[in-house]
């Protein structure tokens, strides 16, 4: 069999190193093409020579010259910039896995759609920002657009190929993050350190701070509705504090379906990687005997009022879910290095969704621009709090 062609981008991130991880088990099986990372060179460096990858491509420009010196004679071609991540993401590989972090992976994840193969998405943001527009480029260009986010890997699976118009709702589940039975007083006062430390699974710091907030969800929500149309009110959010059941879907005729597994990214990733066939993979299997229960509660609203905020942008569309998207990138970064505290951050989405409505985006210059404007007015917000 001809191994299939694979790239990688985000490769050092977590989602990054999870999917060479099941690549690096079966190495006849793929051939790396390129494998992107923002800064870090060592990283990139050594997962590019470990899977004999062709090509290594590091965003920061002024980061070019260390990754010449990492990869002398090795044979591995290197580049550097923004614009060389995106061409190596439209190199057309036969699957892309896009595990860049937040709106800048929104150009390279295009890219990949352009060559029309096989994108497997980890990168919710560039889908919440730019939806509508990613969905009608990947029907033009014949793409295979595959979640890779466990919720809709978990419903795509249980999807199995149904049709949409026989789905009543979906169940979207939700862990509840570190802070589901927090006080609001205790919410409050927490640190960057206690908010990236999720119960049940292991991730980048962006993304375990959205689950704190449960902001996570809210991208989830937007980005259910991209890819499973039957309309927003009929997503349901369930907070399931065990993480086994990834989300559920319930059809017409009262049957719901779930997908199950132990909390481990190489999961979804692994199917992803091998769809429509299935692969061996390393996750723990689930021990029902030892699980005990399965715990199901609605969610705060007063708590995480991200929720609503979310909520309300995937019903109005547009830009909205851009703004919502850009300033929460904003908030989580400001918080992350201590400069606000953790409820700020749902509060400054809030307000930023206030001060700037925007026409729809007909373009992704259009998204890019909002994006921008939206981190401007984030800043100044902060600046305003801290005034
Ligand atoms: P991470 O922070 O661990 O890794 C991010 C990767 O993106 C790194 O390789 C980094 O070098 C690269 N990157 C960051 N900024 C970049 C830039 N400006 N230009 C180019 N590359 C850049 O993040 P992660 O936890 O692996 O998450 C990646 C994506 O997958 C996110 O969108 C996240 O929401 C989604 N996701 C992650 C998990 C998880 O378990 N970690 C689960 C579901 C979805
Ligand atoms: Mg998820």
């Known amino acids: 069999m001809t191994p299939r062609t694979i790239t990688v981008l985000g490769a050092t991130g977590s989602v990054g190193s999870s999917t060479l991880d099941l690549i690096e088990r079966t190495p006849d ?16 460096a050594a997962a590019a020579i470990r ?19 990492a990869l002398a004679g090795t044979g591995i071609a290197h580049a550097a910039g923004a614009d060389a991540v995106r061409d190596a993401a439209g190199l057309g590989a036969d699957w892309t896995m896009a595990a860049i972090v937040g709106c800048a992976g929104l150009v390279p994840v295009m890219a990949a759609i352009e060559a029309g193969k096989t994108v497997a998405l980890a990168n919710k943001e560039a889908l919440v920002s730019a939806g509508d527009l990613m969905i009608r480029a990947t029907t033009r260009t014949g793409a295979t657009l595959l979640p890779v986010d466990s919720e809709h890997n978990a419903i795509f699976q249980c ?8 789905v009543r709702r979906i169940l979207l589940t939700a862990s509840g993050g570190p802070f589901r039975t927090a006080t ?3 919410m409050r006062a927490v640190t960057p350190a206690e908010a990236v430390c999720h119960p049940n699974w292991s991730m980048g710091a962006k993304i375990s701070i959205d689950s704190a907030t449960m902001m996570n969800k809210g991208l989830e929500l937007i980005e259910a509705d991209h890819l499973f149309p039957i309309g927003s009110e009929r997503i349901e959010i369930v907070v399931h504090p065990q993480s086994v059941i990834h989300s559920m879907v319930e059809y017409i005729d009262g049957s719901t379906l ?25 996750s723990a299997p689930l021990d029902f005997t030892t699980l005990g229960r399965l715990d199901f509660e609605a969610p705060d609203p007063e708590r995480f009022p991200a929720l609503r905020l979310a909520r ?5 569309g547009g830009g909205r879910p851009a703004i919502l998207n850009a300033a929460n990138e904003i908030a989580v970064a400001a918080f992350l ?7 700020d951050i749902a509060r400054i989405v809030a307000t930023v969704l206030d001060r700037y409505d925007p026409p ?7 998204v890019l621009s909002i994006d921008r404007q939206a981190r401007r007015i984030a800043d100044e917000v902060m600046k305003d709090m801290a005034a």
């Open 312 to 316: 309300e942008a995937a019903v109005a």
């Open 360 to 366: 729809a985006p007909a373009t992704i210059d259009d």
């Open 184 to 186: 609001i007083d205790r």
């Open 159 to 166: 999807l199995a190929g149904s049709r949409i118009e026989r």
């Open 258 to 282: 779930a997908q199950m597994g132990t909390p481990d990214m190489r999961t979804p990733i692994a199917h992803a990687l091998a769809w429509p066939d299935r692969m061996d993979g390393p």
């Open 51 to 69: 899977t004999n990858a062709e090509l290594a491509v590091i965003a920061d420009p002024d980061q070019e010259p260390a990754l010449a010196t």
């Open 337 to 343: 290095a201590s400069r606000i505290g953790f409820l």
């Open 29 to 44: 099986a793929f051939q790396v093409k390129a494998l992107t990372a923002h800064r870090d060179v060592a990283g990139l």
